[in-house]
């Protein structure tokens, strides 16, 4: 039976076209990597059960076993054999079967305990091989994060070193304490492009954030596509604009669904924002019948706000706001279309209410649920109305009273969660209105004590802002970003009991060899015992 089982385990071997290692051949030796354990992982998994005796190696016969008859486990499957070839330079292909000889890392939908819900996971490491189970896809994928983390650093390199590629022994059942876990990108101060926005989202999903806000219109420039008004985009969007002037350009149509279908293959939601009826300056100096006056004011490329107000008494006001909001919303898979709603102080306190209860009315016709910074819960909307507290206090009445009645809300607190502020007053780039976060500000809160009158249950999530006034390339996005958005993805997924500040330092401190192999340029802040 023995010698039959080992033929068999050779024929599938020669089937797959992978290099035999007959039995008694020498092993070659490899150095060791530094041993890694289950908990070393951000953010932290809710349950881990050590087996030191289970761990598994990866070796040129591993392959990766998807659900039979499932595309999106295989899709999983092939997204985790695409990082780790380059690494290991074993072949691992993705075998949607049930089972095999191999040894084997198992990618499967179904059979996992229900409380992972619908977005975490079971991984399970034995001495034969690693097992993720999820109830969806988007949990394989959570899963599949994990295990790059529980794997050497060297896993990140795309040049192959001689690694013992090992996994510790055990098990993980992890899921997250909140359903939305944010990043928003500003895209009108200054234009980033597909391949910067790309490249992001492939930094945002290994720390599972699952939302992507994108902020396209602002006093500065307008960066979407509208053909209804097409002005928006080539002067709006044109040479000149953006913060000092040095900031053009636009995402098509067809470049918005690329990032959108990038985004969701990383079983990330896109959610794009157009600020109303403040924050329009790059719309009205291009189009003046936006204007009540008919008369087009000066482009403006400075960083102040709360000056520019669309003409609320204006029927040509409510449709150029149904144009733009149709056109984006039959681009925008995902639930969500961002209406804005901050510092509108040209905006009197009536002509605000009458413009939202227009406006907010036409986000749902076209089949989206609105969301808006936490001004708009001025106006008493619709419970299914989402707000975004971006304030720096600790109470604020409108929103506890939201709250109250059933609206949820998504915590960006400035002075916690804006990756543009200033890490300190000799950080290069930045902004220190909200004031100074170090990583253990950006750490050190709760998003369900935050706010009075909004407990956990009114809390959908955490979101980190990056306002772009001061950023010009990606390595301006990651210095800012990195390392404090991995603390906020911590807050948004991982359990409030496990929250310890040592704790999370030190898992922090041992991402930095990942991120300088993927070329990540993030701050080496003086808190963290970096490796």
Partial sequence: MRRRHTMTRLLVIA????????????????PTAP????????????????????????????????????????????????????????????????STPLPEIALVIGAAPGRVGQEGYQLDVTRHGVTIRANTPA?????????????????????????????????????????????????????????????????????????????LTDDQGWRIQIDSWPRLTTVGGGPGTGVDGVGPGFLTKADYRAVVAYAAARHITVIPEIDMPGHTNAAQSTYPELNCDGVAPAPRTDTAVGYSSLCIGDDLTYRFVEDVIRELAAITPGPYLHIG??????????????????????????????????????????????????????????????????????????????????????????LRWAGLIEVSDAYGWDPATRVTGVGEDAVLGVEAPLWSETLRSLDDIEYMAFPRLPAIAELGWSTAASHDWESFRARLGEQAPRWRLQGVDFYPSPQVPWL
Avoid at 15 to 30: D, E, T
Avoid at 163 to 180: K, L, M, N, S
């Fill in 139 to 215: 949990g394989l994928f959570a899963g599949t994060q994990t295990l790059r983390q529980l794997l050497p650093a060297q896993i990140e390199a795309s040049n192959r070193q001689r690694v013992t590629w090992t996994v510790p022994g055990g098990r993980i059942v992890d899921y997250p304490r909140f359903a939305y876990r944010g990043a928003m990108l500003d895209l009108a101060r200054h234009f980033h492009t597909v391949d910067e926005i790309t490249a992001y989202v492939d930094l945002l999903s290994q720390y599972k954030i699952n939302y992507l806000h994108l902020h």
């Fill in 35 to 98: 041993a890694r354990h289950l908990a070393d992982v951000v953010p932290a998994p809710v349950e881990t059960h050590p087996d030191a005796r289970g761990a598994f190696r990866l070796s040129p016969l591993t392959v990766i076993r998807t659900s039979p008859g499932s595309a999106a486990a295989w899709q999983v499957g092939r997204q985790l054999a695409d990082t780790l070839r380059p690494a290991t330079g074993y072949p691992l292909p993705v075998l949607p079967v049930r």
């Fill in 341 to 430: 709603g901050d510092e509108a102080h040209a905006t009197t306190d009536e002509d605000y209410r009458t413009f939202m209860q227009r406006v907010l009315p036409l986000v749902a016709k076209y089949g989206k649920r609105a969301s808006g910074w936490n001004e708009i819960m001025q106006v008493d909307p619709p419970t299914d109305v989402v707000a975004q507290f971006w304030g720096t206090g600790t109470t604020n009445a409108d929103l506890a009273e939201a709250a109250a009645r059933g609206n949820k809300v998504i915590m960006s607190p400035a002075n916690r969660c804006y990756l543009d502020m200033k890490y300190d007053a000799n950080t290069r780039l930045g």
């Fill in 15 to 30: 089937a797959l076209g992978l290099p035999f290692i007959l039995p008694g051949a020498p092993a070659v030796a490899a």
